[in-house]
């Protein structure tokens, strides 16, 4: 059964600095691995998308690896700013469903 | 393009009423899913349709919980009768099938907060 973790569970930065946070999954046999935002009272928004066979893709400020070999992947986001401000979850792909962590509730400070 | 559509956004009741839940896919999206997310947590899912057939619903409480999706487009979630536990959001989504170039993205609605009194 795959499990799906992201440490911190919080994390309060200021604004302008480089972030990364981190999601590991226990069962390295997954077609992809997407990031979301979710906004207080939202729904989730789809940030990136990895296929199994990528390292990594990038959207703007925001850079996401994937490394199946060691069950990780990370989310680089750049000069981060107060509109960061959010719950950040990584969600793997197995044969049929989506497994999702906890999240990450990142305070970005002006 | 409009994105999923949920209704109601908020709903209150007491305990032992029904309620029920309406999600509307992105057009042309195949398969729908419901998920749980209680407070602090990741969403879990409830059921996945494929068009209309229910290809997994092994985490659906089939004793109050009951869900359709009889042509294969909108889709109804529905709880009779609710429990204090039922207090959550709860959130659909959708994806397109898997035909060709299939990346298994998810896109989600605003969800329906359930609040049990």
């Known amino acids: 059964k795959q499990e799906v973790t992201q440490i911190p569970a919080a994390l309060s930065v200021p604004e302008g600095e480089n972030l990364v946070l981190n999601c590991s999954f226990t069962d390295s046999a997954i077609y992809n691995l997407q990031w979301f935002r979710q906004d207080p009272g939202k729904g989730l928004t789809s940030l990136l998308l990895?296929?199994?066979?990528?390292r990594e893709q990038t959207s703007g400020r925001l850079n996401a690896s994937l490394d199946k070999s060691s069950g990780r992947s990370t989310l680089y986001i750049a000069a981060s700013q107060p509109g960061d401000s959010a719950t950040y979850l990584c969600a793997t792909r197995g044969a049929q469903k989506l497994v999702f962590g906890q999240g990450t509730r990142l305070t970005i400070n002006p | 393009e409009a994105g999923v559509v949920q209704s109601p956004r908020y709903k209150i009741i007491e305990k032992k009423q029904p309620v029920a839940f309406w999600c509307n896919p992105i057009?042309?999206?195949?398969?729908l899913y419901w998920y749980l997310q209680n407070l602090g947590q990741g969403p879990e899912l409830l059921i996945r349709?494929?068009?209309?057939?229910?290809?997994?619903d092994s985490q659906l409480p089939k004793d109050r919980f009951s869900a359709e999706r009889l042509k294969g487009v909108d889709s109804t979630l529905k709880i009779q009768p609710a429990e204090l536990g039922d207090s959550a959001v709860y959130l659909c989504?959708?994806?397109?099938?898997?035909?060709?170039?299939?990346?298994?993205?998810?896109?989600f609605g605003e969800g329906s907060r359930l609040t049990v009194l």
């Open positions: 989504a959708s994806s397109t099938g898997r035909t060709k170039g299939w990346t298994g993205e998810l896109f």
């Open positions: 057009s042309g999206h195949n398969t």
């Open positions: 349709y494929e068009n209309e057939e229910a290809v997994d």
């Open positions: 990895i296929q199994s066979s990528q």
